[in-house]
């Protein structure tokens, strides 16, 4: 079942809150989600590299852009994008996010994995930019939604890597 606003404000009484971090509840509160906003851009400085086990895996270095009287103009290509927003996912709701239509419409779109169940910290995922002339994007933006989904049951295991308590 996903989960609606009046669900998302009931978890967000909860200790530990929901979401912690974010910019204004009421404005980021959307009737099916929650709108997760930009607080870093970093560009992708090398390759990286990735293995079944995890033990030879290396993330690429990045370096964060920064904002010029509160803006970047990002030309086409691949972005690092890390969040305001901290959440704190129950050990019985999985999240999803998905690009803000706004987005879209300007010829870019986010990349996310799964929040698991358990998981706490605060988000990375990637900006694509395709259009040839590339965007303008404002610090702050909100350019994904979280939708949130409660398990039937809880899982027998919650998340337990690396990225959890990232901050």
């Not at 590339?134 to 994904?144: D, E, V």
Request: glycine share 8%; aromatic share 10%.
């Amino acid at each position: 079942m996903i989960l609606n606003d009046s669900q998302l404000a009931k978890l967000q009484k909860a200790k530990p809150p929901l979401i912690e971090d974010y910019i204004d509840w009421d404005k980021q509160l959307q009737p099916n989600g929650f709108d997760i906003t930009v607080k870093e851009v970093h560009r992708l400085l090398g390759p990286g590299q990735v293995d079944f086990s995890n033990e030879e895996r290396e993330l690429p270095k990045t370096e964060a852009m920064g904002f010029k009287d509160g803006w970047l103009e990002l030309p086409p290509g691949a972005y690092k994008i890390r969040t305001n927003e901290y959440v704190n996912i129950p050990n019985d709701v999985v999240a999803f996010a998905q690009t803000r239509s706004t987005l879209l419409r300007m010829g870019a779109f986010t990349v996310h994995a799964v929040w698991d169940a358990g998981f706490h910290g605060r988000s990375e995922f990637l900006l694509v930019v395709q259009n040839k002339h590339g965007i303008r994007l404002k610090k702050n933006a909100r350019i994904a939604q979280l939708v949130f989904v409660r398990l039937g049951t809880k899982p027998d295991k919650v998340y337990f890597g690396v990225y959890k308590g990232m901050k």
